[in-house]
């Protein structure tokens, strides 16, 4: 891909929705292995009339997936939920899991709606649902699939990574599927998305949001392959996330303020709102009452009883 001037590509979360309750899909997706070109560890030999891909792993087993760029949105995205099992080495995995803040990857296979990959990335992913997870004690963080990190071009039906968000905050299920959607329906260029069961190691990890990641695979399906479109990430939050975590100091980029500096300014715009909003309500409610407290004693002043009872005292 050529390098220009940067596109930002902001997606936009926040819409919210009743919940519900999607069922799973039993469908299995057959991929035609005719004319297939290999991958063996590493090593790629291609036949240029063919979309689709063999792949080789260690253990000699074979698995046939697709290259084709506009194949992916029917294998994956098309599906009301997919079940998607993740095998890896146990010890890797616990491993990961306790250094979740500093986002390790860890070698597995992957399997999607009965199609396998061997030798596929994956680790966890997010910021803000990274540090609730954390926070909480709890271990189902988002996850990245990453099909080429351990193969070289190793794709999933033409997709590179698949995001697995897993909705922490949203009790509905469906404020980011919604806002997706939404996207989607006014032309937006936005991520796919549908819903995964996931399992590690055979049992159910949790019930997740699948989302195609805004990389390669995204930037050619939607500006077409050969764009000259570049998408960039800040990864600030994540540095300084996992120095936090993991009880370091800091140190931010040259340039960007310190987090104790813009904490301390925004504390004080923050203070300073709220005395001002708090004194001119208490000014409000203040005259009001002594408003309403003046008016009833005149009342009440001109009842006789009350005469009566004020000329006895």
């Not at 799973?24 to 036949?47: A, L, W």
């Not at 992957?110 to 990959?117: A, F, H, P, R, T």
């Not at 980029?253 to 001002?276: F, I, N």
Request: hydrophobic share 30%; charged share 25%; with cysteine.
């Amino acid at each position: 891909m050529k390098k220009i001037p940067a596109l930002v590509i902001c997606l936009m979360l926040s819409l919210g929705c009743g919940a519900c309750s999607p069922e799973g899909s039993g469908e299995r997706h057959e991929i035609n292995t005719e004319n297939s070109f290999e991958v063996i560890s590493g090593g790629t030999k291609q036949d240029a009339s063919s979309d689709e891909v063999s792949v080789r792993s260690e253990d000699g087993s074979e698995h046939i997936h697709s290259e084709s760029g506009s194949d992916y949105a029917a294998a994956l995205f098309e599906k009301d939920v997919l079940e998607i099992n993740i095998t890896a080495d146990e010890s890797e995995w616990q491993e990961m899991l306790r250094n979740a803040a500093s986002k390790p990857w860890v070698k597995c296979g992957v399997e999607i709606n009965g199609e396998k990959l061997a030798d596929v990335g994956v680790k966890p992913k997010g910021n803000t649902s990274l540090s609730q997870v954390l926070r909480d004690g709890g271990t189902r963080f988002s996850l990245k699939l990453n099909f080429g990190k351990y193969t070289d071009g190793q794709t999933f039906h033409g997709l590179d990574k698949l995001a697995l968000n897993n909705i922490y905050s949203d009790t509905t299920y469906m404020k980011e599927y919604m806002s997706y959607k939404l996207m989607e329906y006014m032309s937006v260029p936005c991520s796919m998305c549908t819903f995964a069961n996931i399992s590690v190691n055979g049992e159910h990890f949790g019930f997740y949001l699948a989302v195609e990641d805004v990389d390669e695979s995204f930037l050619d399906r939607v500006y077409g392959e050969g764009n000259e479109i570049e998408a960039y990430k800040p990864d600030a939050m994540d540095t300084q996330m996992a120095q936090a975590m993991n009880g370091q100091q800091f140190t931010p980029p040259e340039g960007m303020l310190p987090q104790s500096t813009v904490t301390d300014s925004r504390y004080r715009r923050e203070e300073c709102s709220r005395r001002a909003v708090t004194d001119s309500r208490y000014r409000r409610e203040e005259c009001s009452r002594r408003a309403v407290t003046d008016s009833l004693f005149s009342l009440i002043s001109k009842d006789p009883i009350w005469q009566a009872a004020e000329t006895a005292a």
